[in-house]
């Protein structure tokens, strides 16, 4: 009879969640509710429990990093550190066909290093670039698609807080996650700027500047304060000088300093709507991270990950389905659920599966955050989508026409990741020693 209940009790709390999802509920409000539904069907636990869960889902020192990252990009934008990182991109590709493409791209793979989050990645670049490309004659709808899909790198090469979310669930350590995330980043960055190239080439657009080697080591020193901030975080990391955590705290110091004292666009009236700005940036991805570790917490009671898991094993023995299953779970998933939400729902069900899928948890860790970066550029959750579409003025189904070929060579860049793990575990190693 308790069996019976338990299936009941998932049936209940899954089917719950997508129904809430489907009628476009908030998504923390439509997990919040899914977990009070399901409590209240199994009827083990008092509602009490939602609380003390959400605290304690939200109670941990890795997952400071998140707000102190989000914060760091909210520091970079007004601080005019973007606008330096872009003009030394400028010098570096703004010779190719379409150098404003190419341009938006390799600076977010710049700003990436720096904030951690790919919708602040995308508004910090697309709000200079987008309008400076509409300007020369760019198709607005291209140049928002552009954006966007090199905002999505912001996740994947590090600082990244889907990593330490991926870190703080499974136990892995995030300085691995972020080495493994480099050469996959850059991997990704090439090929989205060989795509602009050939789609600009097509249409006819121009290069912004010519090469000079003169011009890249300018921009390169008015730029090199800015370029440190990278050095500075994920070096700390990586040679063990301080945490994930800490190096957010730094990145927050060396930002505000840099902004306030050196490039002077921070003024000391500005800093109540900076922090203001970065606790609501904040507060929105906590709310979901404490609504999502109910879920999950219920999740695990009711078995419903290693359920599931065992529901995908029984499809295939085969490690290369296997992770074939799991792209697909993921990309669908990255669709509809937001990344955050996502992780911290699905996570669980995949490290179950661990030990058949042949591969290391630092790899497994970079294949599900590089999905969940492609899920950021499609409707109807996808963040860096709809932050372009605010700064360009497009419709989202204009823009996501777009961003095809763009997904096109993502899924590329997503088999390789997934199937050489050389890509990403070859500096995993080497951090490991």
């Avoid at 889902?57 to 970079?76: E, N």
């Avoid at 790198?153 to 889907?162: A, D, F, K, L, M």
Wanted: proline letters at 4%; glycine letters at 10%.
């Amino acid at each position: 009879m308790k069996s019976k209940g338990r299936i009941v009790t998932a049936e209940i709390l899954i089917f719950s969640l997508i129904f809430l999802f489907a009628i476009n509920t908030p998504i923390a409000i439509a997990i919040g509710a899914a977990s009070i539904l399901g409590i209240l069907v199994q009827k083990d636990f008092q509602l009490m429990v939602v609380v003390q869960r959400m605290f304690s889902g939200t109670d941990s020192f890795h997952l400071m990093a998140v707000p102190l990252f989000m914060f760091v990009g909210v520091i970079m934008e007004a601080g005019g550190i973007s606008r330096r990182i872009i003009d030394f991109a400028n010098a570096l590709v703004g010779w190719l066909p379409g150098g404003l493409a190419a341009v938006a791209i390799v600076s977010a793979m710049f700003f990436a290093g720096i904030s951690g989050s790919a919708a602040a990645d995308t508004v910090a670049v697309g709000a200079i670039l987008i309008p400076a490309m509409k300007k020369s004659g760019y198709d607005s709808d291209f140049a928002a698609a552009v954006q966007a899909s090199g905002g999505s790198i912001g996740v994947i090469i590090p600082p990244s807080i889907p990593m330490i979310i991926f870190g703080f669930l499974t136990g892995a350590s995030i300085g691995q996650l972020f080495a493994g995330g480099i050469l996959p980043g850059v991997l990704i960055g090439i090929t989205l700027v060989g795509v602009s190239t050939v789609i600009s080439r097509r249409k006819g657009y121009v290069a912004t500047t010519s090469f000079s080697i003169i011009q890249v080591w300018q921009n390169l020193k008015r730029a090199t304060l800015a370029l440190v901030a990278p050095v500075i975080i994920l070096g700390g990391i990586l040679f063990g000088i301080f945490t994930a955590t800490e190096s957010a705290a730094v990145a927050v110091v060396y930002a505000l300093v840099i902004g306030m004292f050196v490039y002077r666009k921070i003024k000391p009236k500005d800093l109540v709507r900076l922090f203001r700005d970065g606790a609501i940036t904040s507060s929105i991805v906590m709310f979901i991270i404490s609504t999502a570790s109910v879920f999950g917490w219920i999740a695990a009671i009711e078995n419903i990950p290693v359920r599931l898991a065992g529901s995908l094993l029984g499809m295939t023995a085969s490690p290369v389905v296997l992770l074939l299953i799991i792209n697909f779970v993921l990309l669908i998933a990255g669709t509809f659920v937001e990344t955050t939400a996502a992780l911290i729902l699905l996570v669980p069900m995949i490290t179950a599966m661990l030990p058949s899928l042949g591969i290391d948890l630092v790899q497994l860790g970079v294949i599900v955050v590089t999905n969940l970066a492609i899920g950021m550029l499609t409707p109807p959750m996808g963040i860096c989508l709809i932050v372009s579409c605010s700064i360009s003025g497009d419709s989202l189904g204009a823009i996501s026409r777009r961003i095809l070929p763009f997904l096109a060579i993502l899924l590329v860049d997503l088999l390789i990741i997934t199937f050489y793990p050389p890509i990403t575990m070859w500096m995993a190693r080497m951090v490991a020693g």
